[in-house]
């Protein structure tokens, strides 16, 4: 199994189905875009080359496969950004007021384009901002780092740990895996505009 990452906005108009169908989800490629017939040979030379040959394989594929179409929906990307520049830690009124759009419109956007609402999204990169603040302070607690992100009591910070990371605080501590570097480092670059998804 080869996973692919994709920005929130980066591929949406790719897809040949609405985003939300796909969340949290395993799916076939050939179910999230339309593959054009010299496409699928690639993939199935993929499929017969040994993983560690495969790359120079895989970046043809997403080539060929972005190929038709490399527009991005820049007013969603504004929204985004403006999200993680906040580090999730907004209300959806200020959101609202920022890009002068409606409630309604605002969450089809993101359930179309995206496959999560933006009360979700806030959620997620307030999450990272707390990993971040872990990864940077480890010997303070997650309730003191939770009210540094914007969180006003412990019950709601632990629920929605609980919902983004699928386990509590305590248990994430207990249960780390060495992946979480690797995305320290990513969520780092991202709050400290050191990457950006051009």
């Known amino acids: 199994v080869v996973g692919v990452r994709i920005k929130p906005f980066a591929l949406c108009n790719l897809m040949v189905e609405n985003a939300q169908h796909f969340r949290e989800a395993v799916v076939p490629i050939k179910d999230v875009f339309s593959i054009k017939e010299s496409t699928k040979g690639l993939m199935s030379m993929i499929l017969k080359t040994p993983f560690h040959e495969c790359l120079p394989l895989f970046n043809q594929f997403l080539t060929e496969l972005i190929s038709k179409d490399k527009s991005i929906d820049e007013s969603l990307r504004a929204r985004c950004n403006y999200i993680m520049e906040f580090k999730g830690a907004l209300k959806l009124t200020d959101l609202l007021s920022e890009f002068k759009i409606s409630k309604t419109t605002l969450r089809k956007q993101f359930l179309h384009k995206i496959g999560i609402n933006p009360k979700r999204m806030c959620q997620i990169w307030r ?72």
Do not use: C, W
């Not at 309730?143 to 740990?161: N, P, V």
């Not at 690797?182 to 780092?188: D, F, K, P, Q, T």
């Open 127 to 198: 999450m990272n901002h707390i990993l971040q603040l872990a990864q940077d302070r480890p010997h303070e607690s997650f309730t003191m780092l939770s009210y540094e992100a914007g969180y006003y009591d412990q019950s709601h910070f632990i629920r929605d740990f609980k919902s983004t990371m699928s386990q509590t605080p305590i248990q994430y501590v207990k249960n780390k895996h060495s992946f979480i570097k690797v995305e320290y480092l990513n969520i780092s670059r991202r709050f400290t505009n050191q990457y950006d998804p051009r």
